[in-house]
């Protein structure tokens, strides 16, 4: 039983640790921040505003050592959201651990260490796809014989269905990545044949579990039989206990909801039940949102609030006592066996393309879910898919919960980033001296990108950085020097049309709008800039904008994540654009969406107009409307063809023609 916690600074999130477990939470979960995900220290351009929001930063061994104070880590069953930075991070928890006096074989716990689908839907990813697999593959291989009982991979389904992955692509694009990795670490020579059920043993998975609780519920009976037989058939494991499906789950926060978002804990529950009710194929572990993720940053009452309901079902229900109660419902065999036949064919049609790594370089994969994520919001808008209290029964009394908005959440002190930069500027200062008195982290970081240079295992090197002072930021720039950078396909140009514009339909009417205006305007056609400032990497939102707008007659410039100020107002000075979009979900936008006005004021372009959208709280929506910004969308707007409407009508404004009303 776990809560997903880590905020501000290593020592608060020890605090909130250490609580956590005085509650009864039976495991740890950490949520790193953005600049730790993408291997930037806090004092780099890009980490700004971003330090400390989504999660916990850690530097170097020092921030480790505080994250872990007087928790015994030999005792604990410790579970690391982290990919591109996977090996770092365990390199630093080793040696925390190491200096606690533990017996590195008796660590327990999980490295998410999923780099494909931080291609397709999360957006952390560093490195290209060849040597992102070789850390994955060096780090699989130095777990499995040092430390036998980590789980160091967690093949992360989760985030592929909240892009939008059906059930069928959801375990099929999971499964690929499993092959593809396996592929590696057996070919890679570092594993005898006689050990290869070891490794199969310690793979493990992470999986989304949507409120389509009979589906979900069949969807994790087909995983467990299409793992069981791809480990049998493809690579000889004759053992079925290292065969067995190992997954945890979270359930899905895609369907939580910014309207009446109480709703959100009978959705949590539904979700729970559909990983838990069945024997033959129940989570390892779970752990559950808050029921006001979509209005921001959990507090840890809600948590715990999560942690309850989890509790109140293992310890007051009568759920666990019983064997499989769906063995021989002819309704489950009958779904599952379409499911398993589904999968199997596209995971075929993958390896027929070379892999799944060859299917995140052509773009295949992130465009199918573009496309599905493109179809479901359409059948939302079009109100054949209902949710309760967004497109139907919207009607409500005022709630309790939110009649405090602002006080609904936890917020980040701004000022937090400026001490973390403060405290690394320190670090950096005092390494060599007592009572640390780090060898030069230099000579390590040189031995480092020696390493990567040959075809040795990185391990021992990351190892001798961690020792030796070496920041996140340090470790990761020396990889990029020897690796590169890489930049995922976005999967929008080739996205098919989810939502037709015929005539009469909302979307032609929005078309008629664009024509008009691009028509007034003399420019051919408009532009709209779609950008992702800072680091976060949650892009779904944005993409499903920039196809709607693509649709709707824009030409849309959008070049995907990660990006400056200084480059999207460069951008959209260059593209010649009518109006700057802004997504943001990491909570950063009180910092960015600024920079980007005063950017633009300075550039001698005020008149451009900027819209944001993102996790934004009331109260900072409207100091952004106070700082210019145009207008503010929230998950509350699920209407996509309207928010383009609007934006539009911003365009217009902005531009001092007179308003259009195109009936619909």
Known sequence: MRTYAGHSTAEASNELYRNNLAKGQTGLSVAFDLPTQTGYDPDHILARGEVGRVGVPVSHLGDMRRLFQDIPLEQMNTSMTINATAMWLLAMYQVVAEEQGADITKLQGTTQNDIVKEYLSRGTHVFPPGPSLRLTTDMICYTVNNIPKWNPINICSYHLQEAGATPVQEIAYAMSTAIAVLDSVFASGQIPDDRKGDVVARISFFVNAGVRFVEEMCKMRAFGRIWDRITRERYGIEDAKQRRFRYGVQVNSLGLTEAQPENNVQRIVLEMLAVTLSKDARARAVQLPAWNEALGLPRPWDQQWSLRIQQVLAHESDLLEYEDIFAGSHVIEAKVSSLVEECLAEIDRIQEMG?????????????????????????????????????????????????????????????????????????????????????????????????????????????????????????????????????????????????????????????????RTAADLGSGRLRLLVGKPGLDGHSNGAEQIAVRARDAGFEVVYQGIRLTPEQIVSAALAEDVHCVGLSILSGSHAELVPDVLVRLREAGAPDIPVIAGGIIPPADAEELRKAGVAAVFTPKDFGITEIIGRIVDEIRKANKLDPLEVPA
């Open 355 to 515: 892999g799944a790594l060859a299917a995140v370089e052509s773009g295949y994969l992130k465009s199918q879910l573009v496309s599905s994520h493109a179809e479901r919001r359409a059948r939302i808008e079009a109100g054949e898919e209902k949710i309760v209290g967004v497109n139907c029964y919207e009607a409500t009394e005022p709630s309790p919960l939110t009649a405090d908005l602002d006080g609904a959440i936890m917020t980040v002190d701004p000022a937090v980033e400026a001490r973390v930069v403060a405290a690394l500027k320190n670090w950096r200062d005092t390494r060599y001296q007592p009572p640390f008195n780090h060898p030069r982290p230099c000579k390590a970081l040189e031995k480092l990108k020696e390493a990567a240079k040959g075809t040795g295992n990185l391990m021992e090197a990351t190892l001798e950085c961690v020792r030796s002072g070496v920041t996140t930021g340090e470790w990761s720039e020396a990889l990029r020097e020897v690796f590169g950078e890489f930049r995922a396909p976005t999967g929008v140009s080739s996205a098919p049309v989810a939502v037709t514009a015929e005539e009469g339909t909302p979307l032609a009417a929005v078309r008629e709008k664009v024509a």
